[in-house]
Antibody, heavy 117, light 107 residues
Framework: QVHLVQSGAEVKKPGASVKVSCKASGYTFTRFYLHWVRQAPGQGLEWLGMINPSDGSTNYAQNFQGRVTMTRDTSTSTVYMELSSLRSEDTAVYYC??????????WGQGTLVTVSS | DIQMTQSPSSLSSSVGDRVTITCRASRSIGTYLTWYQQKPGKAPNLLIYTASSLQSGVPSRFSGRGSGTEFTLTISSLQPEDFATYYCQQTYSVPLTFGGGTKVEIK
């Protein structure tokens, strides 16, 4: 069965960085792009960017350019999303999601990142 | 960036009602339109892809239509488990953008 399992909740101070992991299982890791989406409390969905697990190439949303870094480890079928210079507005649930041809068909369970002094 | 606008932002309906949600793109996206359902505290769940294709395991009361800039999601007979928030998303070009969501509540 296909799963994406994310790391646990984080509490960070403003200005710090956070690194969230997303471990894939049940399929060939390098076959599908993995994307990151976040959702602030009570708000909608916002796309952060994507990574090609096959070669590690990335494409980030302009809003996060310079602050977000996505990487992957093919030996453990895990992708990582690191967000730096955190501010209170970055408090959100962060999701990883697998993209097939046209849609995000499998999602991680979400990781709550709280930014608070 | 392609802007996605959903309407209404919320609606109240009864079990058995027919419900339609609209999603408009700021420019043509062909049929690169996806619908998700999200329940509180859970990740979104894929319902419809390429505007009208039903994801495996999704009940047939859900249907999608449209192309270009205007799309609809219809629930033919609302069931208790359908009360949730629904989002559209364009996968035509990056950044992949979502609509603001439509919350379907019990009347």
């Amino acid at each position: 069965q296909v799963h994406l399992v994310q790391s646990g909740a984080e509490v960070k101070k403003p200005g710090a960085s956070v690194k969230v992991s997303c471990k894939a299982s049940g399929y060939t890791f390098t076959r599908f792009y993995l994307h990151w989406v976040r959702q602030a409390p009570g708000q909608g969905l916002e796309w952060l960017g994507m990574i090609n697990p096959s070669d590690g190439s990335t494409n980030y949303a302009q809003n996060f350019q310079g602050r977000v870094t996505m990487t992957r480890d093919t030996s453990t079928s895990t992708v990582y999303m690191e967000l730096s210079s955190l501010r209170s507005e970055d408090t959100a649930v962060y999701y990883c999601a697998r993209k097939t041809s046209n849609a995000f068909d499998i999602w991680g369970q979400g990781t709550l990142v709280t930014v608070s002094s | 960036d392609i802007q996605m606008t959903q309407s209404p932002s919320s609606l109240s309906s009864s079990v058995g009602d027919r419900v339609t949600i609209t999603c408009r793109a700021s420019r043509s996206i062909g049929t690169y339109l996806t619908w998700y359902q999200q329940k509180p505290g859970k990740a979104p769940n894929l319902l419809i892809y390429t505007a009208s294709s039903l994801q495996s395991g999704v009940p047939s009361r859900f249907s999608g239509r449209g192309s270009g800039t205007e799309f609809t999601l219809t629930i033919s007979s609302l069931q208790p488990e359908d009360f949730a928030t629904y989002y559209c998303q364009q996968t035509y070009s990056v950044p992949l953008t979502f609509g603001g969501g439509t919350k379907v509540e019990i009347k």
